[in-house]
């Protein structure tokens, strides 16, 4: 039987606050995207979920489609929670999200009210739970009245079902209109989940400034940039990484000498602050204090003890950023 480990709240400076809410997330945060479906290890799956507990990750981040197959990842996670970490389901934020396609026809994607409701209906029957933690709406919907979705939203939390409102992939124009409903509606927007990372930077300045003005955390996913910023490439494809496993997500056509060149040269300057690649990358945008939590995924659990060590350093110095500039501009 699993038991937690008693020093998963040793550091307190592991949580931060998110957003103007009352709520502290871990600076490093799980998500279940890849290695927790159907066609993957469960063993697997648990020992990572559990490890990561026993780091302090209080913060588990689902979706709907997560697996393969879609809806998977949810019923392993359920599986979890009934034999393992559900004795501890008051420790833990557990969050679901709805936008992409569930199943055919006009009401199985997207933004409308039958769609979010079913959805999260249908997660919490796949986890075995009576609530989730967060609610998000997993895109904007550009047929739908914005003030439909988040009327879905906002009544998952009024009727029990969702403890907070979330929102992911918005950009700040419309996150600004969704924070104003929402917080009009009587169920605040607690964070905003966009990618976020060395290579993707969309998010400078204007959503980070938008939501440090809103009040709204902000959890990044992708923060590794789906595993380039790590050293898993630096010899060729692994045949257990996701560009050889899973290429629709990141194809060895992508990993080019140019990205290596790169990633190899910040493995360096990651080396001298005493870190790892991933590590520094992880560091990096948890420098902006608009940045609640980096959310990572994990292929075996020496990747999350990995990850979680990257709180044990997030300053840097001018001449750091300013050569971390340097090399990407290159």
Not at 18 to 43: A, Q, T, V
Not at 116 to 131: P, T
Not at 282 to 303: D, E, M, P
Request: neutral net charge.
């Amino acid at each position: 039987m699993y038991s937690p480990a008693a020093t998963r709240y040793n550091s307190p400076e592991f949580y931060r606050r998110c957003g103007c809410s009352g709520i502290r997330l871990p600076l490093i945060s799980l998500g279940l995207w890849h290695n927790f479906g159907g066609k993957d290890s469960y063993d697997n799956a648990r020992a990572i979920a559990c490890r990561a507990f026993d780091h302090g990750i209080t913060h588990f981040d689902l979706a709907n489609n997560y697996g393969p197959p879609d809806g998977s990842a949810e019923e392993t996670f359920g599986r979890i929670l009934r034999e393992d970490l559900g004795k501890s389901r008051d420790e833990l934020i557990i969050s679901t999200k709805a936008g992409y396609l569930m199943w055919p026809g006009p009401y199985g994607e997207w933004g409308s009210r039958k769609y979010l409701l079913a959805s999260l209906d249908q997660s919490l029957r796949r986890m075995g739970l009576d609530y989730v933690d967060i609610f998000y709406s997993h895109r904007p919907d550009p047929d739908t009245p914005l003030e439909e979705t988040m009327g879905a939203v906002a009544h998952a939390v009024h009727v029990g079902k969702a403890l907070y409102a979330g929102i992911s992939n918005y950009p700040p124009a419309e996150t600004v209109r969704a924070a104003k409903l929402l917080r009009d509606m009587g169920a605040p927007c607690l964070i905003h989940q966009p990618h976020y990372n060395m290579f993707d930077r969309w998010v400078e300045p204007q959503l980070l400034d938008t939501l440090a003005q809103e009040g709204i955390g902000c959890i990044v996913f992708s923060p590794l940039a789906k595993g380039l910023l790590t050293d898993r490439y630096f010899k060729g494809v692994p045949a257990d990484s996701r560009a050889s496993r899973d290429p629709r997500f990141l194809r060895p056509a992508d990993i080019t000498d140019a990205v290596l060149a790169k990633t190899k040269k910040l493995h360096d300057l990651a080396q001298s602050r005493g870190q790892t690649l991933a590590q520094m990358a992880l560091a990096w945008v948890l420098r902006h204090r608009a940045v609640t939590s980096a959310l990572i995924g994990a292929s075996k659990v020496s990747q999350v003890d990995d990850c979680v060590g990257a709180a044990r350093n997030l300053k840097f110095s001018d001449a750091e950023l300013g050569q971390i500039e340097k090399i990407l501009a290159e």
